[in-house]
């Protein structure tokens, strides 16, 4: 089972992307999904994540109002919506999923040991 995240590229500050997050292999349980993302030189950190559910997102503060996570259950699919970027977005981002345990509470979805699955990640560059 794999997570294989795709749609970054190179898009001018202002513009949008849209992210998304597969799964290839055999079907599987998840009860939350999450977007990290990693700039040069920086440590991984939390851009938006919710519960399989629907029940509950989490964005971190710099994306709020520009960035919008969401999931097809059908397709088995997470996205990221990104409008407005800005060349601060710039990063490599990756998907994760939490396919063992309890649905985690709300407060732990920004926690990456919250999730056990990873993309492999996709290159944002957002020129000035």
């Known amino acids: 089972v794999q997570l294989q995240a795709s749609g970054g590229g190179l898009v001018q500050a202002g513009g949008s992307l849209r992210l998304s997050c597969a799964t290839s292999g055999p079907t599987f349980s998840r009860n939350a999904v999450g977007w990290f993302r990693q700039a040069p030189g920086k440590e991984r950190e939390l851009v938006a994540a919710m519960k399989w559910n629907g029940a509950s997102t989490k964005y971190t503060d710099s994306v709020k109002g520009r960035f919008t996570i969401s999931r097809d259950s059908a397709r088995n699919t997470v996205y990221l919506q990104m409008n407005g970027l800005k060349p601060e977005d710039t990063a490599v981002y990756f998907c994760?999923?939490?396919?063992?345990?309890?649905?985690?509470?709300?407060?732990?979805?920004?926690?990456?040991?919250?999730?056990?699955?990873w993309g492999q990640g996709t290159l944002v560059t957002v020129s000035s």
């Open positions: 994760a999923a939490r396919t063992r345990g309890n649905t985690p509470i709300s407060s732990m979805l920004g926690e990456e040991r919250t999730y056990d699955l």
